[in-house]
């Protein structure tokens, strides 16, 4: 099991501001009401706010399916309010679903390893409020964004930074969080 802790110099109105720009600015439609799987902008915004507010996210990776609801079962009881189940586990959906349910309202869940569109649309389908992927995927970003869902894209250099901001992704995570040499590239190849 891993845990990622996001932290910010930045004012929660600051992140919230810059996030909100970016989905003004964004190839997301304004009338998703024609799009499969689309958000409202409103829980667009939940979303946002509750990142910019919370902050910290458990990131649950377990080897095996019934070692799943037990650990993100103790993320949660040890105070987490963002969870995100990664598809490299496995019955990753059903669990996500799981919880989902049992804790809607009370603790945002969402899904990642995320790789292309149509892992996305199954962890919508699984109820997912947020989208994670290891690498920035301009498809999956944009795929998101036209359907106000929340994607968060691992990048590595400022290029990337930048072009997952202009492809729609309010928010983006350095990732991996290895620094620099051969290392580097290890530490991506484990998260996918």
């Known amino acids: 099991m891993a845990l990622r802790l996001a932290t910010s110099k930045l004012s929660n109105r600051t992140i919230v501001s810059a996030a909100k720009t970016a989905s003004q600015t964004t190839l997301r439609s304004l009338s998703t009401s024609s799009l ?3 958000k409202d902008l409103s829980d667009y915004d939940r979303v946002l706010s509750t990142f910019a507010t919370i902050r910290a996210c458990a990131v649950l990776r377990t080897a095996t399916s019934a070692a799943c609801p037990k ?11 963002i969870v995100e189940f990664t598809l490299t586990t496995p019955d990753c959906l059903d669990h996500l679903a799981d919880f989902r349910q049992k804790y809607d309202g009370d603790v945002m869940v969402g899904c990642g390893t995320i790789m292309n569109t149509e892992d996305a649309e199954r962890a919508v389908d ?3 409020e947020f989208i994670i992927t290891p690498v920035m995927l301009p498809d999956v970003i944009e795929w998101c964004a036209k359907r ?3 994607s968060v894209p691992g990048c590595q250099t400022p290029t990337e930074l930048v072009s997952a901001y202009r492809a729609g992704a309010p928010l983006q995570k350095l990732f991996p969080g290895v ?3 051969a290392a580097g590239g290890e530490g991506g190849a484990a998260a996918v």
Do not use: P, Y
């Open 36 to 38: 499969d799987r689309a």
């Open 71 to 81: 650990a993100m079962q103790a993320c949660i009881d040890g105070g987490f309010k």
């Open 126 to 128: 699984a109820g997912a």
């Open 148 to 150: 106000n869902i929340v």
């Open 179 to 181: 620094a620099g040499g």
